[in-house]
């Protein structure tokens, strides 16, 4: 298990588990995923972590908004308030630069790669009790 901030600790520990609790399993594995990446030994996947850490939101993300569209457009119709939702753009524009669309001798660093890992993790969980919140009420 990777040694990050207290507060990746925070975001990741449960959002595998309620990936799971939610019915979103895929969601969860990728999750799984990006902890085994950014935990790997003896240089971390940095470039893994990100691309399933968001690959779990978008799954999120799409469960939630009932859409198949990719998350860059599903941002827009989820319940972030503003400017939430731009930072989220933002961070799905590094996802593709730095995560998807490399350039050779660009690796992200770690601390970058467990930022995404930590946001991405914490918004999943944002939105699902979000959701679990509004079909309760």
């Not at 990100?50 to 779990?56: F, G, L, R, V």
């Not at 730095?98 to 890992?117: I, K, S």
């Amino acid at each position: 298990m990777a040694r990050g901030s207290e507060a990746f600790a925070l975001a990741t520990s449960d959002a595998v588990e309620m990936m799971r609790a939610a019915g979103t399993p895929t969601a969860a594995n990728e999750v799984h995923e990006a902890l085994r990446g950014i935990s790997r030994r003896p240089q971390a996947d940095t470039t893994g972590a990100i691309q399933h850490a968001m690959a779990a939101l978008e799954c999120v993300a799409r469960e939630v908004s009932g859409s198949s569209d990719t998350l860059g457009p599903i941002i827009n119709r989820l319940s972030l308030p503003s400017p939430l939702d731009a930072a989220l753009h933002k961070l799905w524009g590094f996802t593709s630069q730095e995560g998807r669309h490399l350039q050779e001798g660009r690796d992200p660093q770690f601390a970058e790669a467990e930022l995404v890992v930590t946001v991405a993790s914490a918004v999943s969980v944002y939105l699902l009790r979000h959701r679990a919140r509004s079909q309760q009420g």
